[in-house]
């Protein structure tokens, strides 16, 4: 039987219209569940309607509930930072605002879990999974919504596996920290003088005058950290560019030097 601390944690976006039947759907969870160490995390992030008031307004009374506010929209990326940040519990379970998952489910999916099961995932399109009291037209709309994701992930997934593993680690760092500038620059002011030592560690080896000069022009390129303000996405993208180019560059200078 479970019996370890969890957290519950809700993302909402101008959500005010479903507060009320998720309030409804809580309680009779929370009176399922029936855990000593249960805390409620719902983070607004950066609603434009009334939904951190009518959050305050129907939780004031509910114990181990907490509400945090982002100032602007900080999307999925925000809110696991958010969770990840403000939770102590052994356990966190992720739960849409609209209820479309029963949080009813919740203590069934607790008692799967054991020694050799750290994650439980509830998901309609298991075999033995079935949706409830959801719109065809919804379900439409999920279901194409899903065939896309699937199809955006395998593609990802297929770029992913050919990454060398300071690609990966970049694209890791990027991932946790995209609205963590302060860290990024740090991150980036210890793998661009990595890159530049790497580059020119190739350049020695290269017997061609043009492509010396070509490696050292590149290497001068790369941007000063002092001057950034936003790491973006396209300095990203450059970075993920010169690891392929130092890959390459170690093939070539390997089969020109055997």
């Given at each position: 039987m479970f019996n370890s601390s969890l957290t519950i944690a809700v993302p909402l976006y101008n959500?005010?219209?479903?507060?009320?039947?998720?309030?409804?759907?809580?309680?009779?969870?929370?009176?399922?569940?029936?855990?000593?160490?249960?805390?409620?995390?719902?983070?607004?992030?950066?609603?434009?309607?009334?939904?951190?008031?009518?959050l305050t307004e129907k939780f004031f009374d509910f114990k181990n509930v907490e509400i945090i506010r982002h100032n602007k929209n900080k999307n999925l990326n925000g809110f696991l930072i958010t969770v990840i940040n403000n939770c102590d519990t052994e356990f966190?379970?992720?739960?849409?605002?609209?209820?479309t998952f029963d949080p009813i489910y919740i203590a069934d999916m607790l008692n799967l879990i054991s020694p050799d099961i750290d994650i439980i995932n509830g998901s309609p399109y298991h075999p033995e999974g079935d949706v409830e009291g959801v719109k065809r037209g919804r379900l439409l709309v999920s279901n194409g919504a899903n065939m896309l994701y699937k199809l955006l992930v395998d593609k990802f997934n297929e770029k992913y596996s050919v990454l060398n593993e300071s690609q990966k680690d970049l694209l890791n760092k990027y991932?946790?920290?995209?609205?963590?500038?302060?860290?990024?620059?740090?991150?980036?002011?210890?793998?661009?003088?990595?890159?530049?030592?790497?580059?020119?560690?190739?350049?020695?080896?290269?017997?061609?005058?043009?492509?010396?000069?070509?490696?050292?022009?590149?290497?001068?390129?790369?941007?000063?950290?002092?001057?950034?303000?936003?790491?973006?996405?396209?300095?990203i993208l450059t970075l993920l560019r010169y690891f392929d180019l130092i890959k390459e560059l170690k093939e070539v200078n390997k089969w020109d030097h055997f």
């Open positions: 959500e005010s219209e479903t507060i009320d039947y998720m309030k409804e759907r809580l309680i009779e969870a929370i009176e399922k569940i029936n855990l000593p160490n249960l805390n409620i995390l719902f983070v607004d992030d950066g609603s434009t309607d009334n939904t951190f008031d009518l966190v379970v992720f739960l849409d605002s609209d209820c991932i946790t920290h995209v609205n963590d500038t302060a860290s990024m620059k740090e991150y980036f002011s210890t793998v661009i003088p990595t890159i530049k030592s790497q580059l020119s560690e190739q350049k020695s080896l290269i017997t061609d005058k043009v492509t010396k000069i070509k490696v050292e022009r590149l290497s001068e390129m790369l941007c000063n950290v002092e001057t950034i303000n936003n790491i973006k996405e396209s300095h």
